[in-house]
């Protein structure tokens, strides 16, 4: 008789524990134990959440090598059922070898679940016909869990799901999460309702009136934000380092539809706008995506949503200038050109519907579009594809935590015929739809990869480009990371393009993510060490970096609506000389269509106690020593960067935190 000793870990979540009684069986390549109660003295604390309990499970001989091991729990008589959470289960062999088998997932009910062994094993070293046939079985349950569901036509597709508590439940918010998102939501509109807010269909009578919506939900920059909103440079700046810092380009030649010439524009330090086009100081932001967009009808008052030009100028003292505004994209005398030389209110007007297109740009294609959306097709074909001991499978699933539900949560609250952006955006409805089939139409897997977006749109050597700075530094740590772990389990291109499971990874992220569009350059198989290496990086990327940038900082700059009104209910002047500042009120939203726009913002932006931070890896999925070693390196980077960007931030009037790797989330998660 040989004995093994089984260290079973229950997780820290709250309402991890059970009081159900567990089972398991041990099976190695040379048999399998019974069926085994795992029974302690602890009593009913045995699975208590935070326990670490010892057993032993007795056999005959030994079952050789460890390949999996099977888990079911029972309820006591007259006790209810409950979910169970265990972490981790370690197990000792007679011989002397140590096993590992990572959980982390809900146990609920009384049916069989398996686990492998924790080494990585991709799926053609998966040699026993245990492992091959626990792996087989794995991926046509997920199949069946994690089906693929048409949202919108044109649109990428999702997770099909009834409602969050039909979502498997590894994979749904935590208690904890849960709680507090939900509690987050309730006080900040109980508040907005006893100031009477959300009802009041009237216009602002004053500009400071606006400060009262959430005075005790202030940010330092959101302060800023209020006493700078009107300045050119503070306009120009959010091209940066605001929440849409993606759009800005690099203009060596003006569009044929932007009519402007050396004689309409002043530019500090001199020089002419062709002059400073070719010394590579002349940018320019284009919202063509909006062009003809059908628009909302809000407290039964048709909106106005604008596809302005904006040329930006590099002055000798590195500031970002905006020069010219054109808001339409087809020129005509109806569409002036508005310059900074034009009075107060029509300068300012013109900013005011730029900066409400950049909400709706910002929000439906660089913050739904391609970091949510992109982030839940990553995430779907991942669990339908990769099994729990893929090498793949263990790099990436941190960085799905939470994705999936908030994405549900995000088509039933924000998008839909009821949501808050249907609602009370300029863009909701229909309008939305066209946005985002425009810009899936047009994406690149360029533009989702950092070095070759900035690279592609001229702005390499822009000063005081935090986003860009900060980026691509987070973008070379992640990209060593990877390749070490990449390179540890494959050795040759061949290899690569052998796996079957990495191959069904791409191919349905290409087909339902990209929808079969070759134009994006995504690829739709891996050839090559290389490729694959980049493809994850951008993944990860997307999932933490690029949403927190576009994300966490969406109260500080649109907790105050006048610098990104939701929506604008008078249409854009046609001549200059018109706008006064009772246009301009008359002009933005109504006071329940600010409240609404700011308290999903503050929402949005708030980040929940059971945050994990980027690098950071409470479920211990990799077990090997190389892989264990390249995280600790990622981690000390990640801390070394946090400590640059800290630094830097000392002496900035406005600090860049959004990719400050403390404050990532690991994936999408708010």
Excluded at 53 to 69: A, D, N, R
Excluded at 95 to 118: K, M, N, S
Excluded at 400 to 414: C, G, P, S, V, W
Excluded at 415 to 421: L, R, T
């Amino acid at each position: 008789m040989v004995k093994y000793e089984v260290i079973v870990a229950t997780s820290n979540l709250a309402q991890a524990t059970t009081t159900n009684n567990v089972f398991i069986k041990l099976v190695g390549t040379d048999g399998e134990s019974k069926r085994t109660w795992l029974t302690s003295v602890k009593g009913a604390a045995t699975f208590y959440l935070g326990a670490e309990s010892k057993f032993s499970v007795s056999c005959p001989t030994s079952l050789g090598k460890l390949v999996l091991i099977e888990l079911d729990k029972k309820p006591l008589p007259m006790f209810p059922e409950d979910n169970w959470f265990p972490s981790k289960i370690k197990i000792k062999s007679p011989e002397g070898d140590t096993y590992y088998f990572p959980i982390y997932r809900w146990i609920a009910g009384c049916e069989v679940h398996l686990f492998r062994e924790g080494t990585a094993l991709r799926i053609f070293d998966d040699n026993h016909h245990l492992g091959k046939y626990c792996r087989e079985k794995e991926l046509k349950l997920r199949e069946e869990l994690y089906s693929w569901f048409v949202y919108k036509e044109g649109l990428p597709h999702c997770m099909k799901a009834d409602n969050c508590y039909s979502l498997p439940y590894e994979v749904r918010f935590s208690f904890t999460k849960t709680k507090e998102f939900g509690l987050t939501a309730i006080t900040g509109l109980a508040e907005l309702k006893l100031k009477r807010l959300t009802s009041s269909k009237g216009n602002w009578s004053n500009i400071d009136a606006i400060k009262n919506v959430f005075c005790n939900k202030k940010t330092a920059i959101l302060e800023y934000v209020q006493k700078n909103w009107r300045s050119d440079a503070f306009f120009g700046y959010q091209y940066l380092n605001g929440v849409n810092p993606c759009l800005i380009r690099r203009c060596s030649a003006l569009p044929d539809n932007f009519t402007i010439t050396d004689e309409m524009v002043f530019l500090r330090g001199g020089g002419c706008l062709t002059e400073e086009m070719q010394n590579g100081n002349i940018f320019l932001c284009d919202y063509k995506g909006l062009d003809g967009v059908k628009t909302n009808m809000i407290n039964g008052k048709k909106q106005y949503l604008m596809a302005p030009l904006v040329l930006l100028h590099k002055t000798p003292d590195d500031k970002m200038m905006p020069i010219a505004i054109q808001l339409k994209q087809t020129p005509g005398d109806d569409n002036p050109i508005f310059l900074p030389t034009d009075s107060e209110y029509d300068w300012l007007m013109a900013k005011i519907f730029v900066r409400s297109a950049d909400f709706s740009e910002h929000q439906l294609n660089a913050h739904l579009l391609r970091t949510h959306l992109l982030a839940e097709v990553f995430a779907v074909s991942l669990l339908r594809n990769v099994p729990m001991v893929h090498p793949l499978y263990k790099l990436l699933v941190p960085h799905t935590r939470y994705t999936l539900q908030i994405n549900f949560l995000a088509r039933q609250d924000l998008i839909s015929e009821s949501g808050v952006f249907t609602q009370f955006s300029a863009s909701g409805g229909e309008g939305m739809i066209t946005i985002l089939k425009r810009s899936l139409s047009s994406m690149t897997y360029t533009s989702l990869c950092l070095p070759d977006d900035i690279h592609e749109r001229g702005v390499d050597d822009v000063p005081d480009y935090y986003y860009k700075d900060d980026g691509l530094k987070l973008w070379d740590i992640i990209h060593r990371f990877v390749r070490g772990v990449i390179c540890h389990y494959y050795k040759t291109d061949d290899e690569v393009c052998r796996d079957t499971e990495l191959q069904k990874w791409i191919q349905d992220i290409f087909e339902h993510g990209f929808l079969s569009n070759t134009n994006t350059g995504i690829p739709q198989s891996f050839t090559s060490l290389d490729e694959l290496i980049k493809f994850v990086v951008m993944v990860i990327f997307t999932c933490s970096g690029q949403h927190s940038a576009v994300n966490s900082g969406q109260y500080d700059y649109g907790g105050w609506m006048p610098n990104t009104p939701i929506s604008l209910q008078r249409a854009p002047p046609t001549a200059k000389g018109t706008a006064s500042e009772a246009t301009m009120l008359q002009t933005l939203p109504d006071i329940n269509t600010t409240v609404k726009g700011m308290s999903t913002m503050w929402l949005l932006s708030k980040q929940s106690s059971d945050f994990v931070a980027l690098g950071q890896y409470p479920e211990d999925h990799f077990f090997e020593d190389v892989p264990c070693k390249l995280i600790k390196d990622f981690q000390g980077e990640l801390e070394i960067l946090s400590t640059v960007i800290k630094n830097r931030n000392r002496s900035l009037e406005v600090p860049y935190n959004y990719m400050e790797p403390s404050l990532l989330e690991n994936s999408v998660a708010i």
